[in-house]
């Protein structure tokens, strides 16, 4: 996440795609419902009406898989109606002038036919993102989880870095984790290339300090193995994986609750 979720209830304008926080991250959705209370508009890109998308002052109910001919749109709409934030393209950014040629093919009409929803419901969300004064994004695994999870990821980028809604309080581009233990699991150094705490494994002074925690008087200064090299190495003969353990997390259901 680019912002602390302190900030959650600081945006005038919150974007939430791929995610259905109030289900899924209850207690952090509080500070988005406090922006509320404050006067934020929320735009809300699901397929499902969830409980969120009945928050929101516009809901866009896209069609699965259709998230980067929204965003491009939005991005249009954004370019078109000058809502750039030129100060920070200039100082931040690279080659805007050819993703400016780039976007204006990507008309809301355009979009529409593809993402199943209205022209004019997807220019005023080009219109709101754009014409906050703190935008914030938010999104979980509803847009990572497809063949064009990175795609979807770099267009929201781009619809903060053309609007300068990064490096400020109440703004950002905020992935929430899928469930409370991956993000416990983050915490505690089960990240390839982390120790505990998110502290990089490829630095020096981590390097020394984990050698001196965990008293080992030799350790690799490298990120580690991802689990796609790990299923690769299964069964090999040499260097190879001869047994995992793989644990499956399943929610209780409403009866196991009581």
Known sequence: MSNPLKDMDKPDTIFAIGTNMTECHPVAATGLK?????????????????????????????????????????????????????????????????????????????????????ADDIEQAGKWYGSAKLGAIYYTLGITEHICGVDNVQSLCNLALLTGNLGKEGTGINPMRGQNNIQGAGDCGAVPGNYPGFQPVISEEFHEKFKEAYQQPEMDLGNSMTKVTALDLCGAEENGIHAMLCLLYTSPSPRDRG
């Open 34 to 118: 406090k922006a509320l209370t404050k006067g934020a508009k929320l735009i809300v890109a699901d397929p499902r009406r969830t409980r969120l998308a009945e928050l929101a002052h516009l809901h866009l109910p896209i069609r699965v898989g259709s998230d980067v001919a929204l965003l491009l749109a939005m991005a249009h709409v954004i370019v078109r109606e000058g809502l750039t934030d030129t100060e920070f393209i200039a100082e931040r950014c690279a080659e805007y002038e050819a993703f400016e040629s780039h976007l204006k093919e990507f008309t809301p009409a355009w979009a529409a036919e593809i993402c199943e929803v209205p």
